[in-house]
T-cell receptor, first 115, second 111 residues
Framework: NAGVTQTPKFQVLKTGQSMTLQCAQD?????MYWYRQDPGMGLRLIYY???????DKGEVPNGYNVSRLNKREFSLRLESAAPSQTSVYFC??????????????FGQGTRLTVV | GQSLEQPSEVTAVEGAIVQINCTYQ??????LSWYQQHDGGAPTFLSY????GLEETGRFSSFLSRSDSYGYLLLQELQMKDSASYFC????????????FGPGTRLSVLP
């Protein structure tokens, strides 16, 4: 049981380059999320998808786009990378954004450096 | 809006008990969760408090008081492997019901 799988695990980009971070979950979850983690700032929500076919902005969406490709997959795209986007990116999923949904499951993270 | 506060660092010795506090400011949420994250790893779920009171899971306990906007994670019989960062989180009704995380507390367990 793989859970949440992210690719790649590490990436170095030059300023202005673009890339897509891939995420897939095999738990039949409805909701998926992208967070970034910077030292001392916890996990900040970039975008989320409450269910297949919907996406919404989170706390820090500028410079990013997302695609909920199907129920399993949720990708994050950086169109023109900037050094400020150097961070660790986590994809997560949960059953659904309802009262009974109490746990988020995280992928292993993508460590992105923009030079 | 939402805001969670935690101490940035806590240090304790093996075998001791440590409490990590979390205060929050939100006008509505479903419950308070705790996650553990080892260096280089992913956050993993530890506990969830939907109601006020204490929830116990082995060596870990979590407490919530909605009237005080406060919760804590209690770790007993500390082991070296408990050295990690601990995050409190709420499902914030004013934020699309999303999981909102605190800044994290780094726990160092000394021999």
């Amino acid at each position: 049981n793989a859970g949440v799988t992210q690719t790649p695990k590490f990436q170095v980009l030059k300023t202005g380059q673009s890339m897509t971070l891939q995420c897939a979950q095999d738990m039949n979850h409805n909701s998926m999320y992208w967070y970034r983690q910077d030292p001392g700032m916890g996990l900040r929500l970039i975008y989320y998808s409450a269910s297949e076919g919907t996406t919404d902005k989170g706390e820090v969406p500028n410079g990013y786009n997302v695609s909920r490709l199907n129920k399993r997959e949720f990708s994050l795209r950086l169109e023109s990378a900037a050094p400020s986007q150097t961070s660790v990116y986590f994809c997560a999923s949960s059953e659904a954004l309802t009262r009974v949904d109490t746990e988020a499951f995280f992928g292993q993270g993508t460590r992105l450096t923009v030079v | 809006g939402q805001s969670l506060e935690q101490p940035s660092e806590v240090t304790a010795v093996e075998g001791a008990i440590v409490q990590i506090n979390c205060t929050y400011q939100t006008s509505g949420f479903y419950g308070l969760s705790w996650y553990q994250q080892h260096d280089g790893g992913a956050p993993t779920f530890l506990s969830y408090n939907a109601l006020d009171g204490l929830e116990e899971t082995g060596r870990f306990s979590s407490f919530l008081s909605r009237s005080d906007s406060y919760g804590y994670l209690l770790l007993q019989e500390l082991q070296m492997k408990d050295s990690a960062s601990y995050f409190c989180a709420v499902r914030d009704l004013n934020y699309g019901q999303n999981f909102v995380f605190g800044p994290g507390t780094r726990l160092s367990v000394l021999p």
